[in-house]
């Protein structure tokens, strides 16, 4: 079924001169638009202190557009012409934010619409922001809402200031938290198929589970994100938000009515009882020989053990991997079931695993290649190896933004964060963090330093 934007709507994009704009939002906005997703009404108004007429930035619309999609060139002309804007103004000024909601009105061409203010500027700049728009625009008869890229913060603390700002002014129904892992197909399927196939739902019980590990891994490394990365590095940018929402979807109790609000419900249940035993072994910061900052301490290796606090998982570790310059690229949920109590140590065991990258699929390894058993049993044991795609395939595949940003459109909340799952999560990695040392050193294509392989083997 192709899900269509079922308002019109304005995307005033704060931010609109910088990369997230032109690598992943216009060319998400075009996606849905030569799908024909979208409304025949609405528009796309860039919003920056860069002075930029219409036309110029038209001009920076279709140069990012350019690149993927060449034999789109009418759709192209059309959507610039007709629905793509530029208001130049400060974050901070008053009147800016008055002359934008007046210009707002004036290219309307309907009256009934819905606003998304969508933050792509630095967290910095969130503040003046929302204050502007709360306002100058609350008392449009327009519904707003608001789109906030994570991080959400870098602390417990900075997030619930910053969710304190944004609910002095807005309504949290307005108020969507963005974390773009959660537009992608395969995570999305992990809960699609926890919800539509009751044997794969059954699988996931920490009672037959021996342990679960996620892993990011990407051969990579910072390049031109290093200004950004310095200051948070990869515990805060990868796990804080992607992995343990990813962890979230995997482990929580499926509610009796999957809903919006239950489903939430549950994520929160999971997350607030995560636990990190706070003790240095269980914890391990690498960074890159030659990462580009002199004397920096930012990690770009991270791995943590896990335990959630819940009669089913107690006892089931959750290994957290993630690194930049790694062997390989890689981002994967493996679930791997205890063993028979005969089974030798020998014997590897049963997995399901979801993988996200570098395929798309969900497999299930049922009996292992070099499986032993007693002679009186099977001679003929095979190996059951289930792999099915978990990529989208059918007409109309959106990524993950376009996803998302259609979410927005169409108040569809699941695959956002909400706040209280947001500070759950930093809590966790507040305590984390603590333990934070000099990170040590690894080389390029090591998969972090050598005291993770000490972590490895003592588990
Ligand atoms: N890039 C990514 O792939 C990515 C991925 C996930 C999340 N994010 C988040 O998305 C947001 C936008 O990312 P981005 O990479 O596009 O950021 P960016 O290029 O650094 O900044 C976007 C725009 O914000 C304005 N700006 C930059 N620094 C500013 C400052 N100090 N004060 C006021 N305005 C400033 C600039 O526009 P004007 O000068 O024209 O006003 C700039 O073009 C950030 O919050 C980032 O953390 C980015």
Redesign the pocket.
Known sequence: MIIKAKNNFQFIL????????S??LFPAIFDLFIQKRLPENFQIIG????KLNNEEFRKKFKESIKRDYQKHDQELEKIIDKHVFYF?GQ?DDQNSFRELKQFCQEIAQNDKYIQIAY????????GPIIKNLGENFRSSKHELRIV????FGVSEDSARKLFNELSDQFDEEQIFLLD?FLGKTPIQTILDLRIQNSIINNLINGRMIDNVKISALEKQGVED?V??FDNVGILKDMIQSHLLQILAFITMDLPVTPNIESIHREKLNVLSAMKFTSKKNDVVFGQYENYPVKNSKTDTFCAVKLYIDRRDWYDVPIYVETGKKMPENKTEIEIVFKKMSFQADSVPSNKLIFEAKPGETAKIRLVQENSECPDYTCQDLEILDLEKSIACSSEGCLGDYASLILDVINSRKVFFLNYAEIEAAWRLTDQIFECRNTPSKYREGQKGPDSYQEFIKND
């Open positions: 704060f931010g609109a001169t910088g990369d997230l704009a690598l992943k919003y920056g202190r860069t130049a974050y933050l792509s500027v630095p967290p910095t700049v969130f906030i890229e994570k991080p773009h994100r200004g950004y």
